[in-house]
């Protein structure tokens, strides 16, 4: 590859960490090429960008956008393949529904994200990132919260005028 084409292909992947708030480090080096087909469907329906990478290419790209992903360059070894995402858990759900449907699946794996400014590395952190809220998650579990004492008072204001109503109704029959 010469050199203008790997500054062009380091601008378009710095770009691509720019967009994205998460992303994924993952290893898909033994799917065949109908799991990698299945993969990248599974992908696209879920609004995650896969993109294949050369380590080197993705490292300097890192080194352009800025911040310290230093925790990330020993995962940039082998085969890998990035996952970018704009809710923080959809590529580890992914992940973990590929690997439950496929049974027998050992990869896509996990090797590291960069997932709301943290670093987690290693495949045991799957199940702590599949865990992460999303932003609209925590808003509709805040309201829900907010929202809960008051349908608290509407119900026991509701439930104890009827039951006024009702002793009333049966005095004044007597």
């Known amino acids: ?9 380091i601008g378009k992947l710095a770009e691509t960490v720019k967009a994205y708030p998460n992303f994924y480090l993952t290893d898909i080096e033994a799917l ?12 696209f329906n879920q609004d995650v960008k896969l993109i ?17 992903f ?7 070894k082998g085969n890998t393949a ?5 809710v923080a858990n ?20 996990l090797k590291a994200a960069y997932v709301q400014e943290s670093f987690y590395v290693g495949a045991d952190n799957l199940e ?26 509407i119900s026991a204001l509701q439930s104890s005028g009827n039951t006024i109503l009702g002793v009333l109704e049966t005095l004044e029959k007597k």
């Open 128 to 153: 702590a990132l599949v865990g992460i809220k999303s932003k609209n998650e925590l808003i509709a579990d805040i309201i829900a919260l907010l929202q809960s004492p008051a349908k608290n008072v």
């Open 32 to 43: 065949n090429a109908e799991m990698t087909s299945k993969l990248r469907r599974a992908c």
């Open 52 to 68: 294949v990478v050369k380590n080197s290419l993705f490292r300097k790209a890192l080194e352009t956008v800025g911040g310290d």
């Open 82 to 86: 990035v996952m970018f995402s704009q």
């Open 70 to 76: 230093s925790q990330l360059h020993d995962s940039l």
């Open 1 to 9: 590859m010469k050199k203008e084409d790997k500054t062009i292909v």
């Open 90 to 109: 959809a590529p580890a759900r992914l992940i973990k529904d590929f690997l439950k449907s496929n049974k027998g699946a050992v990869k896509p794996q």
